[in-house]
């Protein structure tokens, strides 16, 4: 009985770690890269890996950059479908009827965000919890190691 419990129990621990590692929990990214990826979105913003929203997230983002969190950041269709290719190619499906659009409505997000307080996110060094390079220094590089945080005044 107490192997049995065993057994499960130690399933159980490595499926819901797996489960969590695949909601993208993890703190450095391999990742391909695609040239005009970095150079649209770079341009405005660090380039956000793209495994950390679901397919579906980056689908309803590239099919409205007119209206892109507040700013028009349209671009030609040959580079809204090479960078819309690139990102579903490096992102998963969930299928959720609702997806999030911003990275930070993830509860894997929150969880991993949630002893920064509120105050942290309004400082003028940070500016929102958008902003990932405030804190994680070398996030360009898409390394969010917690070694590598400073949380800046």
């Keep these: 009985m107490k192997f049995t419990i065993l057994v499960l129990a130690t399933a159980f621990a490595f499926t819901t770690s797996a489960a969590f590692a695949d909601d993208d929990e993890g703190e450095n990214f391999t990742m391909a890269t695609n040239a005009k990826w970095k150079e649209e ?25 007119d209206k892109h969190f507040g700013a028009d950041a349209s671009i030609d269709d040959a580079a809204n479908q090479e960078i819309s290719r690139f990102l579903a190619s ?12 911003r990275i930070t409505e993830r509860e894997w997000f929150k969880h991993e965000h949630e002893e920064v307080g509120a105050a942290v996110w309004k400082r003028k060094s ?8 405030a804190c994680h220094q070398h996030a360009a590089d898409l390394n969010y190691d917690e070694d590598a945080i400073t949380i800046p005044k």
């Design 90 to 101: 490096n992102s998963k499906p969930l299928g959720l009827p609702n997806p999030p659009l």
């Design 126 to 133: 940070v500016g929102s919890p958008a902003n990932c390079s």
């Design 41 to 65: 979105c770079g341009s405005c913003h660090i380039t956000y890996p793209p495994r950390l929203l679901p397919t579906e997230s980056w689908a309803a983002i590239m099919t409205s950059l």
